[in-house]
């Protein structure tokens, strides 16, 4: 749970002056953005109606301070800040039976990243991963978006991933095959604010009822997003992706 700042939870009246002023289409966590060769869209405002929005408060669960906190049954990932403070951000988690849980830790973390689907995805998906199964270079196309935290346990590489994501209506839900998906925005803030190595826990049941019982099973189970090879692998896709600029990554944002 979340104490939300005054900033984050309300804001000033504006006087009625009679004149018409044209909001814009997003809020100002989510602007476009300039990163790597890339414009990066807005992030519309369907999508982060309520509590699915980056926010910033006092931190009221369990994890210690300086890491990762994730509740894949709210929806929210938390970085704890070493002063009790935390940013909440709304996230994309996996279909039931998915989702890693426990204690691990943030190996690595890298700006636009390639994919490639693991053997087991391929094996229980084959209709949603086999096209893939020779990967997609960072760029546009790939499915990890413009960051990605590595999280490994015991040493080893888990394959799971805190990522961006470009399906925007997977925010808030869970329909991933266990990766934990941000907004592209979230994802460079976080990228921007985290060192490695760090902790990251992934809350059981239990412990999501037990700290934020008011958003428990936020959200709906979505089936998974099929895109055909074409759109990622076909030619004139190909041909309008071009390497990300790695030494022109947003670091003020």
Same mark, same amino acid.
């Given at each position: #749970?979340?104490? +939300?700042?005054? +900033?984050?939870?309300?804001?000033?009246?504006?006087?009625?002056? =009679?004149?018409?002023?044209?909001?814009?289409?997003?809020?100002?966590?989510?602007?476009?953005?300039?990163?790597?060769?890339?414009?990066?869209?807005?992030?519309?405002?369907?999508?982060?109606? &309520? /509590?699915?929005?980056?926010?910033? =408060?006092?931190?009221? &669960?369990?994890?210690?301070? &300086?890491?990762?906190?994730? $509740?894949?049954?709210?929806?929210?990932?938390?970085?704890?800040? #070493?002063?009790?403070?935390?940013?909440? !951000?709304?996230?994309?988690? &996996?279909?039931?039976?998915?989702?890693?849980?426990?204690?691990?830790?943030?190996?690595?973390?890298?700006?636009?990243?390639?994919?490639?689907?693991?053997?087991?995805?391929?094996?229980?998906?084959?209709?949603?991963?086999?096209?893939?199964?020779?990967?997609?270079?960072? =760029?546009?196309?790939?499915?990890?978006?413009?960051?990605?935290?590595?999280? !490994?346990?015991?040493?080893? $590489?888990?394959?799971?991933?805190?990522?961006?994501? *470009?399906?925007?209506?997977?925010?808030?839900? %869970? =329909?991933?095959?266990?990766?934990?998906?941000?907004?592209?925005?979230?994802?460079?803030?976080?990228? *921007?604010?985290?060192?490695?190595?760090?902790?990251?826990?992934?809350? %059981?049941?239990?412990?999501?009822?037990?700290? $934020?019982?008011? !958003?428990?099973?936020?959200?709906?189970?979505?089936?998974?997003?099929? /895109?055909?090879?074409?759109?990622?692998?076909?030619? +004139?896709?190909?041909?309008?992706?071009?390497?990300?600029?790695?030494?022109?990554?947003? %670091?003020?944002?």
């Amino acid at each position: #749970m979340l104490l +939300a700042s005054g +900033a984050a939870a309300c804001a000033p009246r504006v006087p009625d002056t =009679g004149i018409v002023v044209e909001m814009p289409a997003f809020l100002p966590e989510y602007p476009p953005l300039q990163d790597a060769g890339y414009d990066l869209p807005p992030i519309p405002l369907e999508y982060t109606q &309520g /509590i699915n929005r980056r926010m910033e =408060g006092v931190y009221t &669960g369990e994890a210690p301070r &300086g890491s990762i906190d994730v $509740d894949p049954y709210a929806k929210f990932l938390y970085h704890v800040k #070493m002063d009790g403070t935390a940013t909440r !951000y709304p996230v994309g988690v &996996g279909r039931q039976g998915r989702t890693l849980s426990g204690l691990a830790t943030i190996q690595l973390k890298k700006a636009w990243p390639g994919w490639t689907p693991t053997a087991n995805m391929i094996r229980t998906e084959p209709e949603v991963y086999s096209d893939f199964r020779g990967g997609i270079p960072g =760029g546009l196309r790939s499915p990890l978006g413009a960051r990605a935290l590595y999280i !490994y346990r015991n040493g080893r $590489d888990t394959y799971y991933r805190v990522h961006g994501t *470009n399906d925007l209506a997977s925010i808030g839900n %869970s =329909g991933s095959a266990g990766c934990i998906r941000m907004f592209n925005q979230d994802i460079i803030h976080l990228y *921007n604010n985290v060192t490695t190595p760090m902790t990251i826990n992934i809350r %059981s049941e239990a412990e999501s009822l037990r700290v $934020d019982p008011e !958003y428990f099973n936020r959200g709906v189970e979505q089936p998974p997003t099929i /895109i055909s090879a074409d759109e990622l692998l076909g030619p +004139a896709a190909v041909s309008a992706d071009r390497e990300p600029q790695r030494d022109q990554l947003a %670091s003020n944002f």
